[in-house]
């Protein structure tokens, strides 16, 4: 997470339900959790990443490419939505590289 925004516990919490609901594949719920996520504050990179993962999870890189993308422009130094967005946003897709999930945590 980029030092210089703040963020809630409340948000950390649910950004973190996310990863958790992605890893495990219950896309229902990480769905859920991103949606809140992105209402409580649709500023931040993570939830759009987070996005991302779960359109390509689902087999649509086109939508997947475009969340990651958006996480890439409101933080250019998010390097989880770089590293997405390498593996899944050119015509040879890379799947050497593993998804990066950005965890978050409050330091």
Do not use: C, T
Request: aromatic share 10%; charged share 25%; hydrophobic share 40%.
């Amino acid at each position: 997470m980029n030092s210089n925004k703040v963020i809630s516990k409340e948000l950390v919490d649910i950004i973190n339900e996310a990863i958790h609901s992605l890893r495990q594949r219950k896309l229902d719920g990480a769905y859920d959790f991103i949606m809140k996520a992105i209402v409580i504050n649709p500023n931040i990179p993570e939830p759009h990443n987070l996005l991302g993962i779960w359109y390509e999870k689902r087999g649509n890189l086109d939508l997947a490419r475009k969340h990651y993308r958006i996480a890439y422009v409101l933080d250019s130094g998010f390097k989880p939505a770089g590293n997405n967005l390498q593996r899944v946003g050119s015509v040879f897709q890379y799947d050497n590289i593993p998804i990066d999930y950005g965890e978050v945590d409050m330091k």
